[in-house]
């Protein structure tokens, strides 16, 4: 049997979509995903924030059907950073951050 090497698996599952289904289950935690969007050949940076399943970018449009992907442009996650809602404004709301795009996939990370 022939095995699939992983990066072909990750290019398969959604990340965003698969962070707001955990998402819509932790009410009262948010998941802010940094990194950088590739436009025009050239690297912007892109900031978006996972609350109650709900994904909203604080740089750039997203899509809010849930049948499409919420950023059509080729992009690269490189930072999570999870947090307690709602937030205060201070750092006595965050948990913990982590560069693994699948870390926070397992919901007992979001704990």
């Not at 940094?34 to 924030?49: A, D, T, V, Y």
């Amino acid at each position: 049997m022939e095995e699939t090497p992983a990066s072909q698996k990750m290019a398969k599952i959604d990340l965003i979509n698969s962070l707001e289904k955990i998402s819509s289950m932790m009410p009262d935690r948010i998941l802010k995903l940094e990194g950088s969007i590739l436009k025009e050949n050239r690297k912007e940076q892109l900031e978006i924030l996972i609350f109650r399943g709900y994904s909203s970018s604080t740089t750039h449009p997203i899509e809010i059907d849930s049948e499409k992907k919420v950023i059509a442009l080729t992009y690269i996650i490189t930072n999570f950073k999870l947090y307690k809602a709602p937030l205060t404004g201070t750092e006595e709301n965050f948990i913990r951050e982590n560069q693994n795009s699948v870390f926070f996939l397992n919901q007992a990370n979001w704990i």
